[in-house]
């Protein structure tokens, strides 16, 4: 049951990451695919099941945040950090400068937390 959760994690991230990308560049572009709704609740859908299988995850493993895992606690933080500079992105900037900058920050914020997932050593905590 967890191999499955976990493979169906990865595929999510990966869905979301692509999503991501491809709406930044269109939207930076002005290309009539940024401009559709659909495209926006495509990548609200693909956070909501990548949040809905890292709980599943929590569970099926017994680690919760706020506990004797550290690390987790600090992925959680990270994962909001990470929303709020997507949501910048492609959102509320109000300028390209700006927009880049968030973008690229988001970016590296997903690296922290792939590579947090992976070593399971918090950085600030």
């Given at each position: 049951m967890v191999q499955?959760?976990?493979?169906?994690?990865?595929?999510?991230?990966?869905l979301t990451a692509l999503l991501i990308i491809i709406y930044f560049i269109g939207s930076v572009r002005e290309a009539p695919l940024a401009q559709h709704p659909w495209m926006w609740r495509s990548t609200l859908l693909?956070?909501?099941l990548l949040l809905l299988s890292g709980i599943g995850l929590?569970?099926?493993?017994?680690t919760y945040p706020f506990t004797s895992a550290h690390w987790l606690t600090e992925k959680l933080l990270g994962i909001v950090i990470y929303l709020f500079l997507i949501w910048?992105?492609?959102?509320?900037?109000?300028?390209?400068?700006?927009?880049?900058?968030a973008f690229v920050?988001?970016?590296?914020?997903?690296?922290?937390?792939?590579?947090?997932?992976?070593?399971?050593?918090?950085?600030?905590?």
């Open positions: 499955l959760l976990v493979g169906f994690h990865l595929l999510i991230i990966a693909a956070h909501l929590c569970l099926a493993t017994s910048f992105a492609l959102k509320l900037g109000r300028n390209l400068a700006l927009r880049w900058f920050g988001a970016l590296g914020w997903g690296y922290f937390l792939i590579e947090l997932t992976i070593l399971k050593t918090p950085r600030f905590m």
